[in-house]
């Protein structure tokens, strides 16, 4: 076993979530060697032909990434092992922190087609394409956003891919919306968590009312312009937000989150050209550490 693959543990945890062998796209030759190179790769961030002789053919895990990406597969696997982490009760629904981080985009990151491409009749077709595949232009050259909500355990819940210019509050209620937590006992899958903070960022009208709609609690504090305006206007203003400091020192454990998922190199710096393949990457980086204990 090589540095870094994934431990017999480790394994157990996630090979239950794994489709059989013998369906579409060819029979595995060895799951866990394929799995260990793609969280490789995540991890070290080094081109997919440099991957070691140890993880077998370079193409051959680069397409298993590609094509999980595509297709969602990654999604409900991350799905899969949050439900089993709630179900043995280390999943904290009491604090759940909304947050970005802006990442750089390497040179072979750019150069994707602009238009929206022809669809060809294939499953492993991203559902979802976008257009500006994720990828924004600033002083600094190209950047991507990466808006996630993170738990009180310090992992991400649900994340978002924009590009770097995008702001903060216009994405929260995305975020909140792409909590989905199934449960393996029957029931509706959980998507509210009990307690919600952000910084300055997200305070405005709209995220609030979601919030308040939701019956969720959240800590969010209001900036000065924002609260001048409303007691600008009056009785007409609304009451004043109600701010718990106590709840807002756990504003760190979001910000601890990003910088664990910015632990793995092809994260923290973009090298995937379409943004369906670098959400990927990031969601496979986010299963990694809910598989850890």
Avoid at 66 to 72: E, L, N, Q, T
Avoid at 165 to 172: E, F, R, T, V, Y
Wanted: aromatic fraction near 6%; include cysteine.
């Amino acid at each position: 076993m090589g540095r870094g693959d994934l431990t017999n543990a480790e394994w157990d945890r996630l090979e239950p979530h794994l489709p059989a062998s013998g369906q579409r796209g060819g029979r595995w030759s060895n799951r866990r060697r394929v799995i260990n190179g793609i969280l490789f790769r995540v991890r070290t961030g080094i081109p997919w032909r440099d991957l070691p002789e140890r993880y077998g053919s370079w193409k051959t895990v680069y397409e298993r990434h590609r094509r999980w990406s595509a297709d969602g597969r990654w999604d409900r696997i991350l799905q899969a092992v949050q439900a089993d982490a709630d179900l043995a009760g280390r999943l904290d629904w009491g604090m759940v922190g909304v947050d970005s981080t802006s990442c750089r985009a390497h040179q072979h990151a750019a150069g994707a087609r602009k238009s929206r491409p022809r669809i060809p009749k294939k499953r492993t077709t991203p559902r979802h394409h976008r257009p500006d595949e994720g990828l924004g232009r600033s002083r600094g050259g190209l950047t991507c956003k990466i808006h996630l909500a993170g738990e009180g355990g310090c992992r991400p819940l649900a994340l978002l891919i924009t590009p770097g210019q995008w702001g903060d509050a216009p994405q929260m209620i995305e975020v909140l919306n792409r909590i989905r937590v199934p449960r393996p006992l029957g029931g509706r899958p959980r998507t509210r968590p009990d307690h919600v903070s952000g910084d300055k960022a997200y305070s405005s009208r709209r995220n609030r009312s979601y919030l308040r709609r939701r019956r969720i609690k959240h800590t969010i504090p209001e900036p000065k312009d924002q609260r001048a305006n409303r007691q600008r206007r009056g009785s007409q203003g609304g009451r004043p937000t109600r701010f718990d400091r106590e709840h807002y020192r756990r504003r760190n454990e979001v910000e601890r989150t990003i910088n664990r998922l910015k632990n793995s190199r092809a994260v923290a710096t973009r090298y995937d050209k379409r943004a369906y393949v670098f959400h990927g990457t990031v969601t496979a980086a986010t299963i990694r550490l809910w598989l850890r204990p």
